[in-house]
Nanobody
Framework: DVQLQASGGGLVQAGGSLRLSCAASGFTFDDYAIGWFRQAPGKEREGVSCISSSDGSTYYADSVKGRFTISSDNAKNTVYLQMNSLKPEDTAVYYC???????????WGKGTLVTVSS
């Protein structure tokens, strides 16, 4: 079974940092792009960042460029999202998702809540 387990969320003050982890299993990791999406209460889901496990290419939403960094440890089938300079508007449930070759949500797991206080 495909499993994507997100962890690392929590409560942090504005300006602080968190690192999210996404542990993947049940599929060939190198064939997929792994991404992070988020959804805040009352708002639409937003694509945050994505990384290709095959070539390491990355994508960032404009709202997080320069603050968030995505990375992949293919040996551990794990993707990380380092979030720095957090803002209250980053508050959301963050989901990791996998899709074949390109960023998308063929599979996704339970989210992890990130709350940034002002």
């Amino acid at each position: 079974d495909v499993q994507l387990q997100a962890s690392g969320g929590g409560l942090v003050q504005a300006g602080g940092s968190l690192r999210l982890s996404c542990a993947a299993s049940g599929f060939t990791f190198d064939d997929y792009a792994i991404g992070w999406f988020r959804q805040a209460p009352g708002k639409e889901r937003e694509g945050v960042s994505c990384i290709s496990s095959s070539d390491g290419s990355t994508y960032y939403a404009d709202s997080v460029k320069g603050r968030f960094t995505i990375s992949s440890d293919n040996a551990k089938n794990t993707v990380y999202l380092q979030m720095n300079s957090l803002k209250p508007e980053d508050t959301a449930v963050y989901y990791c998702a996998a899709a074949v070759a390109v960023c998308g949500m063929d599979y996704w797991g339970k989210g992890t809540l990130v709350t940034v206080s002002s």
